[in-house]
T-cell receptor, first 110, second 113 residues
Framework: GNSVTQMEGPVTLSEEAFLTINCTYT??????LFWYVQYPGEGLQLLLK?????DKGSNKGFEATYRKETTSFHLEKGSVQVSDSAVYFC?????????FGAGTTVTVRA | DTGVSQDPRHKITKRGQNVTFRCDPI?????LYWYRQTLGQGPEFLTY????????KSRLLSDRFSAERPKGSFSTLEIQRTEQGDSAMYLC???????????FGSGTRLTVV
């Protein structure tokens, strides 16, 4: 079956630091890959997505590249801000159903 | 459009009671999903509707759980004879097609005491 493993948190960073959250997946076929973000007190929001190998998703300064050879979709941001403090979820889908990782809590300190 | 709405936001109930949650999807979305999220975990798929038809139910959805989507609009999720293990955030989402256009609601947090 499909599964997602992402880096355990929590992660604490200073403002303007570089952020990487590792995500690897197991899937039959060729899934689409997603990063979702959950800000405190809010619902899940799609951050970025990639639908095929070598695609790069990007949004709000975050990037992730679909690496089929390493079955990975690591999230990166070059310079984080306090407002990036949130829980980040890696997810995959091969049709309509999403399979999520456990989430990584990121706290950015001023 | 106000997005996906869920009601109530919070529910505290005694063990053994029945509870019902409501989800109002984005009006033009024909697909509706329920997920459950426990503390420290990612959301887990429970069930999926396309219009009024319930097309898939997870093994997580025991006989005490039932979901409906009459007329293909809003949906309800009922839990009968609640147990402490049912305590979780119940998330509803809707989409027009596939997993690309998911919009999640803010969830209903259930606490069973």
């Amino acid at each position: 079956g499909n599964s997602v493993t992402q880096m355990e948190g929590p992660v604490t960073l200073s403002e303007e630091a570089f952020l990487t959250i590792n995500c690897t997946y197991t899937a039959t076929g060729y899934p689409s890959l997603f990063w979702y973000v959950q800000y405190p007190g809010e619902g899940l929001q799609l951050l970025l997505k990639a639908t095929k190998a070598d695609d790069k998703g990007s949004n709000k300064g975050f990037e992730a590249t679909y690496r089929k050879e390493t079955t990975s979709f690591h999230l990166e941001k070059g310079s984080v801000q306090v407002s990036d403090s949130a829980v980040y979820f890696c997810a995959l889908s091969d049709d309509y159903k999403l399979s999520f990782g456990a989430g990584t809590t990121v706290t950015v300190r001023a | 459009d106000t997005g996906v709405s869920q009601d109530p936001r919070h529910k505290i109930t005694k063990r053994g009671q029945n509870v019902t949650f409501r989800c109002d999807p984005i009006s033009e979305h024909n697909r509706l999903y329920w997920y459950r999220q426990t503390l420290g975990q990612g959301p887990e798929f429970l069930t999926y509707f396309q219009n009024e038809a319930q097309l898939e139910k997870s093994r997580l959805l025991s006989d005490r759980f039932s979901a409906e989507r009459p007329k293909g609009s809003f949906s309800t999720l009922e839990i009968q004879r609640t147990e402490q293990g049912d305590s979780a955030m119940y998330l509803c989402a809707s989409s027009g097609q596939g997993a690309y256009g998911y919009t999640f609601g803010s969830g209903t947090r259930l606490t069973v005491v």
